[in-house]
């Protein structure tokens, strides 16, 4: 019997320097997308996925982040004196069980595939995500829980795919495809950031997975790859060659590039409008500004 997918990898190590000077003492992860930080987005997609283990892969500097998924009793106890208990849920939903949330630290800046590889003594000899909180995806069903329920048919390594202009691939992961069944695709290749003209398609890899052990093992061999980075891609790729266990997932939703300011002004407004309560107001203020500008 297939395993399930239990446990998920956040890698949040990185800087965030294009967000300077705001993540100079804030982590990026908790940056307020609408009145939700971008890792709580990511958290509620995972649950609805039944990730049920959650594995953080830190760096110096994100202790708001850890203290973000703690208990808040001062707070929560003036929340219920003053009988907001709306705000008490909402709160609530933030909190983590203990010992559902792990950490671990990335000391140096080696790529994506390096900070997968340091979560391996949590993972184990299991299948588990691995989710990129800047990418976010307004979605009817949460884009994982699309992938796991996919995951439950082909077992192997699954990856999300979108299809990108052919002027963007330089900046992703491109898959090269030998065979397509609606929303899946079988894999043969993956390049990491190809030159211009170079992507074997236009369907590019964004930040969810789902992946076996044997990936973090072809991590262990650390080999640089574009950028001099240790790069997941390539270890998934290992994987085809070694298995032919590799999909990639035509996911149904909306990406938002969040790890850009243009992507996260975007996924404001966009996320702004789905909100009842603040869409008429917003909307009046857009078409406002479209008519100063016509």
């Known amino acids: 019997m297939r395993k399930k997918v239990t446990k998920a990898i956040f890698p949040v190590a990185g800087m965030g320097t294009r967000f300077l000077p705001a993540t100079k003492s804030v982590p990026k992860e908790i940056m307020t997308l609408v009145d939700r930080p971008l890792i709580q987005y990511a958290i509620d997609e995972a649950r609805a996925a039944g990730i049920k283990e959650f594995i953080f892969v830190t760096s110096r500097g994100k202790g708001a982040l850890e203290d973000y998924f703690d208990l808040a009793p001062q707070l929560e106890q003036e ?19 203990s010992g559902a949330i792990a950490y671990t630290r990335q000391h140096k800046a080696l790529g994506l595939g390096h900070a997968v590889w340091c979560a391996r003594r949590l993972i184990g000899n299991e299948p588990f995500a691995v989710i990129l909180p800047d990418d976010v995806i307004a979605a009817e069903k949460p884009c994982l829980q699309q992938m796991v329920e996919a995951y439950a048919e082909t077992g192997g390594n699954m990856v999300a ?41 236009n369907l590019a890899v964004i930040g969810r997975y789902i992946l076996s052990p044997s990936v973090l093992k072809n991590l262990n061999q650390m080999r640089s790859g574009s950028g001099g980075e240790i790069q997941l891609t390539d ?60």
């Open 79 to 97: 929340l219920r004196k003053k009988g907001k208990t709306e705000l008490l849920d909402i709160l609530k939903s933030t909190n983590m069980d």
């Open 161 to 201: 795919a979108m299809e990108v202009d052919p002027e963007r691939a330089s900046s992703y992961g491109m898959l090269d495809i030998s065979e397509e069944d609606g929303q899946l695709v079988k894999i043969k290749g993956m390049v990491e950031k190809p030159e211009p003209g170079d992507a074997p398609s």
């Open 235 to 294: 270890a998934i790729a290992q994987d085809i060659e070694r298995s032919d266990n590799v999909y990639g997932f035509r996911f149904r939703g909306q990406r938002f590039d969040c790890g850009s300011k243009s992507g996260f002004l975007q996924a404001t407004v966009s996320f702004g409008l789905a909100r009842a309560e603040l869409r008429d107001d917003l909307l009046a203020y857009l078409r406002s500004i479209v008519l100063e500008d016509a």
